[in-house]
């Protein structure tokens, strides 16, 4: 991967992660955007010094980590210490997907041991949306969870700005961690069933 091969991934990443209407699995990561533009950005240099570091794949990961992670979308603010623990935490979650799975799933039995309330509106947001946003939950198991019950369908119904700005992140999300991992579905219900029932 050469600097400009790193500045087109870096794009069609950051307009998947934030337009409605582009799909980097659809478009499989091209975006229209010519060598010459690219040599005239003052930022070049930081995607020179991505090509030196990463392949192409890691580089993926590393920009999917921080799009669905951090309020960082500029290239210059992802090459800083906080966006590689950020990095290196999904990094790590992501490779121990189901023993972490484990993990949120007893965090939230011991919260609530029924588990449909997880997804009610009763008091305010739902218990299990709170939990991630005080990343007490991964967003994998978020996108696990609503594989095995579809709750966003439900939750896209309320009209809640912070709720509909989720949904459209897990919904670019979650093709993502299918990509990287081999998610039986059968499975992750099964620990769900063995955890609440």
């Given at each position: ?16 992660f934030s337009q409605k209407s582009y799909d980097y699995f ?10 010459t533009k690219y040599l005239s950005r003052r930022d070049r ?153």
């Amino acid at each position: 991967m050469n600097g400009f091969e790193a500045y087109k991934t870096y794009l069609s990443l950051k307009q998947h992660f934030s337009q409605k209407s582009y799909d980097y699995f659809k478009y499989r990561g091209k975006v229209n955007v010519s060598e010459t533009k690219y040599l005239s950005r003052r930022d070049r240099y930081s995607f020179e010094k991505v090509a030196k570091r990463f392949s192409k794949d890691d580089f993926v990961k590393y920009l999917v980590a921080n799009f669905c992670n951090s309020d960082a979308d500029w290239i210059g603010a992802m090459l800083n210490g906080k966006s590689e623990i950020t990095y290196k935490k999904w990094l790590k979650n992501t490779e121990s997907l189901t023993y972490n799975f484990r993990e949120e799933l007893s965090q939230l039995y011991e919260k609530e041991g029924d588990f449909n309330k997880l997804f009610t509106f009763e008091n305010g947001h739902p218990l299990l949306f709170r939990m991630y946003m005080r990343r007490d939950v991964s967003i994998n198991t978020m996108a696990i969870l609503n594989e095995i019950v579809k709750y966003s369908n439900v939750w896209s119904k309320k009209d809640d700005i912070m709720i509909n700005e989720f949904i459209f992140l897990l919904d670019k999300y979650t093709p993502f961690i299918y990509t990287y991992n081999n998610i039986e579905k059968a499975k992750y219900k099964k620990l769900v069933l063995d955890i609440f029932n």
